[in-house]
């Protein structure tokens, strides 16, 4: 046993255990103080109990909302998949957290400080599955059934933590139980690890998890079906990827049993109070007022609008801002939207004036609008959930270097202070809604996609309708205090898609409205080979009015799509053991 560490608390089914966990595998922290063991820490004749090995997988499961308390650990991916996927813009200035500045220029490089803390919270994360699978190994008590759960969990958080680091960095070092701690430092990252490592946890997973579990917050076999689905998507395995879709749409529960469905309101899915709903195929738990707000979404602490008061939530700190050409994507015509790259047009359609103060008079957008965006995005006199109408310029730090728009997904009510958020630190910021990973809507539209490559356009148009309708209900519209629809939001389901082309473009951009936000999109793009284009013309558009941020920033094909290793990593190893990602 090489260290000892407290975790974190971590909730499951509104409950909260206090867990030890141990580490065996740091592959990216200083190595001197893994000789030493942490005062009090277990020897393994306690850890290899059933209750040792569950309270060790519970440090696993704390891995997923981020270890060493650097926001760019947290599940969300708001900088490295949104902000630099074009959907949101780094907010304040160029000189608050200024290390986002050339992650979003796409001018990174392999210095980067929180590059290297995501992959050591990573690696950690991974760390902690192999041990729970060496103990299980070792265990002489733990029941056949409970080592066969705990294996199938692990693994499953084990391929989770190594298909995070593929989309990121692609060529990482492949570690599992079975390497012994001293060849770790020798482990390559070419050719690393590949999907078909990843693919095998998740299948194993699938194999061997129940559909129903004891609590909500653990991973089941729909989890690993749904995760490999993804998994062959982005191997482009098309008609692998459609049987396991097909698999979770028709038989697919979450961990309480319930079948996955979309449910009803969509900002429910980004509300406390609706935790371990139907729609949450794998998420990550929170908690409150256990001692450490990193236990709550610490990693979105500084992402609620700017300067609120007692008005809004949070008061702090405007970092992240749905982007200009986002907002323009929620335009309609006759409810359908424009497939042809409009929200990158010279013209600012979603109409602000982006030197009004709050005070100024002020004319509303008249345009027909996706209902959706003012569930995602916070725009001037529209009212901010069951805050305030949002007031503008008051509650944007930095408008001409961001724009005009405040974050709306994954913020809590006015009612909810206090209940449902934890404000024992520097912040009110600190909120308890779990992060999903991934959710039904998400499922359906990767499994469109499916679909497309197989040629049944008809399902394909079926899946994407489903999620349409969803957002087309316009009793969950957001209203004015009066009851009138805050804005003229119109919103058509497709006829069948009439081609190949058609459907991929209306695929793409369903997933772009539907998903905002939530830190998928750079990573989208990427796996469609359309970042150059895409990113390109955001960068373009932006700049015409955000022209202190973006002048000059390119993003370069063959270099972009993947972040650097980072250079402490390969200091560490050796640059005959890692090998850096081309173009850095």
């Known amino acids: ?142 029941s056949a059934a409970d080592a066969t759960r705990v294996q199938g969990e692990a693994r499953l958080l084990r391929g ?30 070419s050719p690393g690890v590949s999907w078909e490592n990843i693919m095998a946890d998740f299948q194993f997973a699938f194999d061997n998890l129940p559909e129903v579990q004891s609590q909500a917050g653990r991973v089941n076999k729909w989890a690993a079906a749904a995760y490999m689905g993804k998994a062959k998507l982005y191997a482009k395995d098309y008609a692998g990827a459609k049987q396991w879709f097909d698999q979770v749409i028709a038989n697919g529960k979450n961990p309480s049993g319930e079948k996955y469905g979309l449910l009803d309101n969509y900002p429910d899915i980004f509300n406390a109070e609706f935790d371990n709903h139907k729609e949450a195929v794998m998420d990550v738990e929170s908690a409150n007022n256990s001692g450490d707000v990193s236990n709550a979404n610490y990693f979105d602490d500084l992402n609620y609008p700017y300067n609120t008061g007692s ?25 359908l939207p424009r497939l042809g790259g409009e929200e990158f047009t010279s013209q600012l359609e979603l109409k602000h004036d982006y030197n009004l103060d709050s005070t100024d008079p002020f004319t509303a957008d008249a345009g027909e609008l996706d209902p959706r965006i003012d569930h995602s995005i916070g725009r001037r006199d529209i009212p901010y959930l069951d805050w305030i109408a949002h007031p503008g310029k008051n509650w944007i730090r930095a408008q001409a270097y961001a724009g005009p728009y405040s974050p709306k997904k994954y913020i809590y009510y006015k009612s909810q202070e206090g209940s449902l958020t934890d404000a024992s630190s520097w912040t009110r910021g600190y909120a308890l809604m779990n992060y999903t990973i991934i959710r039904f809507a998400d499922v359906l539209l990767m499994a469109a996609e499916a679909e497309i490559e197989a040629g049944t356009l008809a399902k394909a148009t079926d899946y994407v309708n489903q999620v349409r309708t969803r957002a087309a209900d316009s009793a969950h519209w957001v209203k004015n205090p009066d009851g009138s629809n805050s804005a003229n939001y119109v919103i058509s389901n497709y006829d069948t898609f009439p081609s190949k082309d058609f459907a991929n473009k209306a695929v793409r951009m369903e997933r772009k ?30 700049s015409q009015v955000l022209t202190a941020k973006f002048g000059g920033a390119r993003f370069t094909s063959g270099k972009n799509e993947y972040y650097p290793i980072p250079q402490t990593q390969i200091d560490i190893q050796g640059s005959d053991v890692l090998s850096q990602n081309p173009g850095y």
């Open 160 to 189: 989770h933590f190594y298909f995070d680091l593929k989309k990121h960095f692609n060529s990482v070092p492949y570690i599992d139980e079975t390497i012994e701690a001293a060849d770790i430092s020798a482990v390559p990252n």
């Open 1 to 142: 046993m090489k260290m000892m560490k407290m975790m974190k608390m971590m909730k499951m089914t509104k409950v909260v255990f206090m867990l030890v966990a141990l580490s065996t595998l740091i592959v990216s922290c200083e190595e001197d103080f893994l000789d030493v063991g942490a005062t009090g820490s277990l020897g393994e004749a306690q850890l290899t109990t059933a209750s040792g090995i569950d309270g060790t997988l519970i440090g696993a499961y704390s891995a997923l909302n981020g270890v060493f308390g650097n926001r760019f650990e947290g599940p969300s991916h708001w900088v490295t998949g949104s902000i630099t996927g074009g959907e949101a813009n780094k907010g304040t200035d160029p000189g608050d957290y200024s290390t986002i500045n050339p992650i979003q220029r796409y001018e990174t490089d392999p210095t980067s400080g929180d590059l290297n803390s995501f992959w050591n919270g990573r690696f950690e994360g991974i760390s902690r599955a192999n041990k729970v699978l060496q103990l299980v190994a070792m265990s002489e008590t733990i």
């Open 513 to 542: 409205l539907e998903l905002s936000g939530e830190g998928h999109r750079f990573f989208d793009l990427v796996r469609w080979g359309t970042a150059s284009d895409e990113l390109n013309a955001y960068l373009s558009y932006e």
């Open 311 to 335: 008005d809004g939530p949070g008061n702090c700190c405007g970092f992240f801002q749905p982007s200009i050409s986002l907002g323009n994507a929620f335009r309609t015509v006759n409810g």
